[in-house]
């Protein structure tokens, strides 16, 4: 079976075709550094992970190469108020719970989000191409660290299912 990472680098073989670009080097590292991970990385994190295959690649390149991908609809940028740029290599539909707190970006799936009927004044400003829903929140991890209140010192239950963060 194919992985993930070979599926996206196919893509961007074909997007390059598609509008006469040169598949570079520096575009398919750029474009697995992003696809590999889950944490939906900015550009300074792209361009560590990118230069431990490409010791030479400049931040320049690196930003380049992600607008690039982001006018092919590679990736898209995930935009967090008061947050530098983030990355989403994630092509399938989803959408995100932020923490507000860690700046940890999660994703997670739903039809019926996907699907949301949009109210008519938000349809009378154009079409609309696809729905992503942001849930901004604390995540689990920072809500049990010591010192946060937890739902039991706010007068609710507080539960625990052992986990953490799921992927």
């Known amino acids: 079976m194919e992985s993930y990472v070979e599926e996206r680098l196919r893509d961007l073989e074909a997007a390059c075709r598609r509008i006469g670009a040169r598949v570079t080097h520096q575009r398919r590292e750029v474009l697995r550094a992003v696809v590999s991970e889950q944490a939906h990385p900015d550009a300074q994190t792209i361009l560590d992970r990118v230069r431990e295959r490409m010791p ?19 990736i898209q940028r995930v935009h967090v108020s008061g947050d530098r740029a983030r990355f989403d290599g994630n092509s399938h539909p989803h959408h995100h719970f932020i923490c507000t707190k860690c700046g940890r970006i999660v994703d997670f799936e739903n039809e019926t989000f996907d699907d949301i009927a949009l109210p008519p004044e938000v349809r009378a400003m154009g079409t609309s191409l696809a729905t992503q829903l942001q849930v901004f929140g604390i995540c689990k991890d920072c809500s049990e660290s010591k010192g946060e209140p937890d739902d039991a010192s706010r007068g609710g239950k507080a539960t625990d299912d052992g986990g953490g963060h799921s992927r």
Do not use: G, M
Request: avoid cysteine.
């Open 56 to 74: 030479t690649i400049s931040f320049d390149t690196v930003y380049r190469t992600l607008t690039f991908l982001e006018d092919q609809d590679l």
